[in-house]
């Protein structure tokens, strides 16, 4: 069973279009994660969800835009895509937000190739 | 703004030796540091979780320390085997479950 799953894996696109990442979580965590890994492999937060409520946003383009339809689903929409936005995105989740004892469980991760 | 740094880059052992792995903090307000493993093409494996009042944590093979005023963790590998490769990567928690992460040591575990 995939405790977070991300569609698609690889997504190879042209610059200017809209796209969407799609994330479910199966583990009944209140909290989910967008992460983008670079080119040089750095892991920077993009944002978190708590109860489908925003709670961390980032310094991210507003093209950026997440949706979460309910507590298991935290979807990604990229508007006008650009070159540098080529990328690893992770989703993750976790049972909580605070009390620093939260343990994210990540996605595989979907590879975005914009060309 | 955290900044977490991770030394080496990338280590290559042969197998059976122990290892360290160190990651550096600058901002020791954290409620806690996690150390992860991912392997290429995959995503992140938890591996431990040190909260803020704790100065270490293990699981199995594997040790962490943590010494927030001194901003420093490091990971303890014992009796490496070719399994172990991967790339560690530690995060340092400043709430709202907000994770800094390192850039990363890429570890090859030479049979």
């Known amino acids: 069973d995939t405790a977070v799953s991300q569609t698609p894996k690889y997504l190879v696109t042209q610059m200017g279009n809209d796209k969407s990442i799609k994330c479910e979580q199966n583990?009944?965590?209140?909290?989910m994660y967008w992460y983008k890994q670079d080119s040089k492999k750095f892991l920077k937060i993009m944002f978190s969800?708590?109860?489908?409520?925003?709670?961390i946003n980032e310094t991210v383009p507003n093209r950026f835009s997440p949706k979460s339809p309910d507590k298991a689903h935290l979807n990604l929409h990229i508007n006008s895509l650009e070159l540098g936005d080529s990328a690893v995105y992770f989703c993750?989740?976790?049972?909580?937000?605070?009390?620093?004892?939260?343990?994210?469980?990540f996605g595989p991760g979907t590879r975005l190739t914009v060309l | 703004k955290q900044e977490v740094t991770q030394i080496p880059a990338a280590l290559s052992v042969p197998e059976g030796e122990n290892l360290v792995l160190n990651c550096s903090f600058t901002?020791?307000?954290?409620?806690?540091l996690q150390w992860f493993r991912q392997d290429p093409g995959k995503g992140l494996t938890s591996l431990l979780l040190?909260?803020?009042?704790?100065r270490e944590q293990t699981s199995g093979r594997l040790n962490a320390s943590l010494d927030k005023s001194s901003g420093r963790s490091t990971l303890y590998i014992a009796a490496s085997q070719p399994g172990d490769s991967a790339t560690y990567l530690c995060?340092?928690?400043?709430?709202?479950?907000?994770?800094?992460f390192g850039t990363g040591t890429r570890l090859t575990v030479i049979p």
């Open positions: 993750a989740s976790s049972q909580q937000i605070g009390g620093g004892s939260d343990t994210q469980y």
């Open positions: 583990l009944g965590h209140d909290t």
């Open positions: 969800y708590n109860n489908k409520e925003l709670i």
């Open positions: 901002d020791s307000a954290i409620y806690n």
């Open positions: 040190i909260q803020s009042s704790q």
């Open positions: 995060a340092a928690e400043t709430g709202a479950n907000n994770l800094f």
